[in-house]
């Protein structure tokens, strides 16, 4: 999948097409541009931004959202013993309190960490499934909910959590009072910030997926069961029409997630996939109408395929050059040179190249990269 890492000789001329397209959508129309870039520094953040930060908690999830009015959500607080990132996270983030939780279901790798975080964080409302399981995690949760005071809001469909002007967040799902599998009691929810859409599936699975009523377009999805075969069937995929597909999932999990038919059902419908296992925590924001995406590590890669899909993410892949860290030089991925540098020494940026120069690295002779 990962075009950077095999000699191509289409490369050039993608990149040509690729710094075109840059320049095209320069003017600041419905562009996208992404950087392995840390979230920003508490702070920071501009008023009227949306930003959702899907949080690296290894095999499980949790997502923090911080809505322009001010507000703050947390779906899913990873798996037991990831509590403490979720909670130091959001703290790091400037915030003391959380306006909404939503459990998404019983699942431990999705409520594990929430009990740690109630003890750290004041929390408003917290929404769960009408779901039962007979396990320490969850009676632990809510054990911890009943000694905080708080009162569970059953998530189903129809529910509004969140209206404010241009702002929504609502449950899709659960759509039916009993399931015979756990996941697809998963609170499902879509935010909605002006023109921009999300969506978070939890561990839904096609049964679910089936059941969701209306459009249910979204510029962004939370991919349903960490990219299981389970979940992300065509007919959902194609109604989702996602530009964006986040997989939340463990590096070298034991349950082959995401499952390659997964990724390449996505890909295939235009979407450019990030994951937590390659990228590290993944944000997004947007002002109501462009996304910016960050994330922490890696390229954007494992999403190459797509960038020439319906929706061309312009500056995704524009700027991903192959660096010789032993002798300090910038390459092109289909630079000549490129299949001789040690294993060691080889990595990949999206700096520009005046970045790297900066910081000590100079253009290859041969292949001659430039911003
Ligand atoms: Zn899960
Ligand atoms: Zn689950």
Redesign the pocket.
């Known amino acids: 999948m990962s075009r950077t890492k095999t000699k191509n000789p289409g490369m050039k001329k993608l990149f040509l097409y690729l710094i075109l397209l840059v320049m095209l959508f320069a003017a600041g129309c419905d562009g996208a541009t992404a950087s392995p870039n840390p979230p920003p520094e508490p702070g920071q953040e501009d008023q009227d931004v949306l930003r959702v930060h899907y949080i690296d908690v290894g095999q499980g999830d949790a997502t923090f959202i911080e809505f322009p009015n001010g507000q703050t959500m947390l779906i899913d607080a990873g798996d037991t013993g990831y509590g403490n990132t979720v909670a130091k996270y959001i703290q790091d983030s400037g915030h003391t309190s959380l306006d909404y939780i939503v459990a998404?279901?019983?699942?431990a790798?999705?409520i594990g960490g929430m009990d740690t975080v109630l003890d750290a964080i004041e929390v408003g409302d917290i929404y769960m499934p009408k779901a039962v399981a007979a396990t320490r995690t969850y009676e632990n949760l809510l054990d911890k909910i009943a000694a905080k005071g708080l009162k569970i809001k059953t998530a189903r469909v129809g529910v509004n959590i969140l209206a404010d002007s241009g702002l929504s967040a609502d449950i899709l799902a659960p759509n039916a009072e009993e399931y015979s599998?756990?996941?697809n009691y998963?609170a499902v929810v879509m935010i909605t910030y002006e023109d921009v859409k999300l969506l978070f599936m939890?561990?839904a699975e096609m049964l679910s997926e089936n059941e969701l009523s209306g459009d249910i377009r979204a510029d962004v999805i939370k991919v349903g069961?960490?990219g299981s075969d389970y979940s992300s069937g065509q007919s959902f995929v194609d109604r989702v029409k996602a530009r964006y597909a986040v997989i939340s999932v463990g590096e070298g999990n034991s349950h082959g997630h995401p499952a390659p038919d997964v990724i390449k059902r996505w890909e295939d419908a235009g979407s450019v996939i990030y994951r937590t296992d390659l990228n590290g925590t993944i944000v997004i924001s947007s002002a109501g109408a462009d996304i910016t995406v960050s994330y922490e590590k890696g390229s954007a890669d494992s999403t190459g395929e797509a960038a020439l899909g319906p929706n061309p993410p312009v500056a995704e892949t524009a700027a991903v050059w192959v660096l010789n860290t032993g002798t300090k030089k910038i390459h092109y991925p289909d630079c000549r040179s490129v299949p001789q540098i040690k294993e060691g020494n080889r990595a990949e940026s999206g700096k520009t190249v005046a970045e790297l120069e900066a910081e000590g690295f100079d253009a290859c002779g041969i292949c001659k990269p430039h911003d």
Do not use: I, Q, R
């Open positions: 998404t279901h019983p699942h790798d999705h599998d756990l996941n998963s939890g561990d069961h960490h």
